[in-house]
């Protein structure tokens, strides 16, 4: 509660709803396994349709889109329909009724676990295409796990999160092999990553919960900021981490540890354990940033960047706030 009434101020107060300038990289995860990657520039905003009321959310403070399994009322009757056609003494319009359920969309599977396990459902003496049968396999199909959301949630910021159903249908989606459109049903997650082109810093959030990088689930931030060879690289950094993969022990951005006030690799140039690190381009050298960094650097790519560990545990909190600049 404390966090939805913080958000609601912060939008009410801080959000502004004009058009984006800077970019935006999008990382879509599908429903049936496949990662795509690209650009968009036809979304400024975030439409979400809450409890609340809706929400405009600037494209600039969205950190990721989970996609729930929003049910279809429209089709109701339908399914309805094809689950009692189970009954049928027929096994081919059984047969057809199971075909044609299994075909429909994602957005039915919330349809037909609420029906089948309604006071209305009453059960087939049948036990070739079953209703349960068809859950099965659709979930299979769309690879829906049990306990998924039936809402929408959108993460801002890194920090807050918001549950609803988001307006649009579809993402388009520029890639290095063409321009694609995505719907929403096959759309799983969408990891966010804005950035101003023109602006020469900006200050991110590296998160103890999320941002490991022995996390081989979106443990690096990714800044969206670009640099060349030769390029210089600046970072300074502040706060303090507490990784419960390592006993519980507090860290700052050069790694010290606040249950003993010292760490023997202080001055070290190779990373340890709690220190703010980055890469260049996501398969580059992992160089230790520390509180304060100046260096040059020595490839040409995205700048990201982490907590060094090698072990994740999502029950880390605090984070780092680190400044970027390249020159």
Not at 301 to 312: K, P, Q
């Amino acid at each position: 509660m404390k966090k939805l009434f913080i958000l609601l101020v912060l939008i009410i107060a801080g959000f502004t709803l004009h058009a984006q300038k800077g970019k935006v990289e999008l990382k879509l995860m599908l429903r049936d396994g496949n990662i795509v990657s690209g650009t968009s520039t036809s979304i400024t905003t975030v439409n979400l349709i809450t409890d609340y009321g809706k929400l405009e959310i600037p494209i600039a403070n969205v950190s990721s889109l989970k996609f729930g399994i929003i049910p279809d009322a429209s089709s109701k009757t339908t399914v309805i329909k094809l689950i009692k056609q189970m009954n049928d003494p027929a096994e081919e319009k059984r047969k057809a009724a199971y075909d044609e359920l299994v075909a429909m969309s994602v957005n039915c599977i919330p349809l037909i676990s609420d029906y089948i396990y309604g006071e209305d459902y009453v059960a087939s003496e049948y036990t070739d295409y079953t209703p349960d049968g068809a859950l099965t396999e659709m979930k299979t199909t769309y690879s829906v796990e049990d306990g998924y959301s039936e809402k929408d949630v959108v993460s801002i910021d890194y920090e807050y999160t918001m549950g609803g159903v988001f307006t649009l249908k579809t993402i388009a989606l520029k890639t290095d092999y063409g321009d694609l459109t995505i719907p929403k049903e096959k759309i799983k997650e969408v990891e966010v990553t804005y950035y101003d082109e023109s602006a020469g810093d900006k200050t991110f959030k590296v998160l103890a919960s999320k941002h490991i990088s022995g996390n081989t689930d979106g443990g690096w931030l990714n800044t969206g900021i670009k640099v060349k060879t030769g390029q210089k690289i600046s970072i300074t950094a502040s706060g303090e981490v507490v990784l419960e993969s390592l006993s519980g022990n507090k860290y700052t951005p050069d790694g010290t540890s606040g249950s003993d006030g010292d760490n023997s690799d202080y001055q070290s140039t190779y990373p340890s354990y709690g220190n703010l690190v980055y890469r260049v381009g996501e398969f580059g050298e992992t160089i230790k940033a520390g509180s304060k960094y100046t260096g040059t650097a020595k490839e040409t790519g995205t700048i990201f960047l982490s907590i060094y560990e090698s072990v994740y545990n999502s029950a880390n909190t605090g984070y780092f706030s680190a400044k970027v600049t390249v020159k």
